[in-house]
């Protein structure tokens, strides 16, 4: 299976930051990574597939690019309600994975 | 309107078969590429993609559980079933089922609320 490394696990940050997440591959999964939002208590919600492209309905501050394995989450300028726990998935092949998670955390 | 909603017991005792069942709305799975997952999350840690049926009835399963998983689908009823046998405390999770827009891109636009399980004697 392909492995996905996610990092940092936990960030710390304030409102108004600018925040990046990361995610790499084992190997090649060319642009075929999602990113998701989960709150406690709550299903994760997409944000962004094929690496970089914004799901419908999503705040334009979230973003995604990819540099060969390495996939980044990038959010402009955080806002209250973007508190929350991050995960990435590759669809490249079966079995799908998951990273490990990222909480973004208020400072 | 996407909708899916999980369904199931919420405490099954070890070695005991789980079955779980999503019913969904606003979309058929008869339609030409369409698909449905499930997936788990134990509490306090991450996703876990466990198997896939499709418009087709073609199936996949994760490779770690695939002996112990069974995924089917009733067309008309707009549900998806998926039973485990078998089951250890370590299957203690929130069971999602989520639907993918397409076969060929299998990332999770709509999720069910998920049901916790618990296994336990």
């Known amino acids: 299976d392909i492995q996905m490394t996610q990092s940092p696990s936990t960030l710390s940050a304030s409102v108004g930051d600018r925040v990046t997440i990361t995610c790499r591959a084992s190997q090649s999964i060319s642009r075929w990574l999602a990113w998701y939002q989960q709150k406690p208590g709550k299903a994760p919600e997409l944000l962004i597939y094929?690496?970089?492209s914004l799901e419908s309905g999503v705040p334009s501050r979230f973003s995604g690019s990819v540099s060969g394995t390495e996939f980044t989450l990038t959010i402009s300028s955080l806002q209250p309600d973007d508190f929350a726990t991050y995960y990435c998935q590759q669809y490249n092949r079966f079995s799908y994975t998951f990273g490990q998670g990222t909480k973004l955390e208020i400072k | 309107q996407v909708t899916l909603r999980e369904s199931g017991p919420a405490l099954e005792k070890p070695t005991q078969t789980l079955t779980l069942t999503c019913t969904f709305s606003g979309f058929s799975l008869s339609t030409r590429g369409m698909c449905v997952s499930w997936i788990r999350q134990p509490p306090g840690r991450a996703l876990e993609w466990l198997a896939r049926?499709?418009?087709?009835?073609?199936?996949y399963y994760s490779t770690s559980l695939k002996t112990r998983l069974t995924i089917s689908k009733d067309t008309s009823k707009n549900q998806v079933v998926l039973t485990m046998t078998n089951v250890d405390p370590v299957d203690t999770a929130t069971y999602y089922c989520?639907?993918?827009?397409?076969?060929?891109?299998?990332?999770?636009?709509?999720w069910g609320q998920g049901i916790l399980v618990t296994v336990s004697s």
């Open positions: 989520a639907r993918s827009p397409s076969v060929n891109s299998v990332f999770f636009d709509y």
């Open positions: 049926i499709d418009w087709d009835d073609d199936k």
């Open positions: 094929a690496a970089s």
